[in-house]
């Protein structure tokens, strides 16, 4: 069996990927919190990769094409590109693709996304796909789509079946929705692990980029870098709760609410 690396290597952009890159395996999306649905699709790309004896590279977008979009949908961020790259390297990626998701890439026609970055670039001989996966200029794609364009450009699709959590698809949307509600066990079922943010600390302090996804304000048992904790949490920041100060990278991993409830 191959061993899985720390992290996978990660590419910003086309333009960072090495251009003696050979056959892919590639599994698209933006794969927010890397959920357990996220996994059960990657484990299918991962077995699909090693049938073909090929790596398997994830191509992710960032920030949120929604948010990006203006679409009334909640975007708030559940893992960091780099926290998304270490948990996709665990469930067996070799490497990351993070295309950067503006505007002018939204315009691109699902025939120009799949000839220039599936096939083109990413040199993609098979490419692997919940059953909802969409793509290209106003969402057009769909898996039906990816599949006659991969006949053309030498790719074959699969769309995989999505993985239920609670009567629903599991996905990001739902993991987010069950920790601005406080569902802090919803949460841990859906990702598969509690929800953990990354951030710097500054004295009492964890700084976290805009519109990171975060439980109710409140007191919270948590891990800090792996260490016991209590913090508060407000309407957009993290403190911790114990009188300490310090400084540096911080990645907070919340438990359950203080007192009880959670
Ligand atoms: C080239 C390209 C263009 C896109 N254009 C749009 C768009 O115009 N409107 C939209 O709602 N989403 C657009 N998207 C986002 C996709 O619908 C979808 O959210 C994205 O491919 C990530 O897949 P996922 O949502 O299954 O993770 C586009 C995606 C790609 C790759
Ligand atoms: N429950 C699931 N089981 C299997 N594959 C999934 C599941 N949810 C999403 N996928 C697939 O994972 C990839 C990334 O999807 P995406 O990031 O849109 O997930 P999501 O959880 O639906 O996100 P959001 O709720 O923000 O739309 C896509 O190919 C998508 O089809």
Redesign the pocket.
């Known amino acids: 069996m191959r061993s899985r690396q720390a992290r996978a290597t990660l590419w910003h952009g086309l333009d960072d990927v090495p251009p003696d890159l050979g056959p892919t395996v590639l599994t ?4 927010d919190g890397l959920h357990r649905g996220h996994r059960s699709l990657i484990d299918e790309a991962r077995r699909t990769a090693d049938e073909r004896g090929l790596p398997l590279v994830m191509v ?2 960032d920030p ?3 948010r990006v ?1 203006g ?1 009334p949908k909640d975007t708030a961020t559940l893992s960091t590109i780099a926290h998304r790259a270490e948990l996709a390297a665990a469930a067996g990626v070799d490497a990351v693709c993070v ?1 950067r ?1 503006t505007r002018e ?6 025939e ?2 799949a000839a220039h ?1 599936l096939a083109g670039r990413l040199r993609a001989r098979a490419v692997v ?2 059953a ?10 769909d898996v039906d789509t990816l599949r006659e364009l991969g006949a053309a450009l030498g790719f074959s699709v699969e769309g995989v079946p999505l993985l239920p959590a609670n009567n629903t698809a599991c996905s990001s949307t739902y993991t987010r929705n069950c920790l601005r509600t406080g569902d802090l066990p919803g949460v841990t079922r859906a990702l598969g692990r509690p929800h953990r943010v990354d951030g710097v600390r500054a004295g009492d302090r964890i700084v976290l980029a805009p519109n990171t996804a975060l439980p109710p304000p409140g007191r919270y048992h948590a891990t800090l870098n792996g260490r016991a904790a209590l913090v508060d949490v407000g309407d957009d920041s993290v403190r911790v709760a114990d009188g300490t100060s310090g400084d540096g990278a911080a990645a907070v991993t919340f438990l359950e609410r203080a007192g009880g409830e959670s």
């Open positions: 698209i999306g933006v794969f992710t977008f949120h094409p929604a979009l679409l295309l998701f890439l939204a315009g691109l026609s699902p120009a996304f970055c796909v919940g909802n996966f969409t793509f290209g200029a106003r969402a057009a794609g």
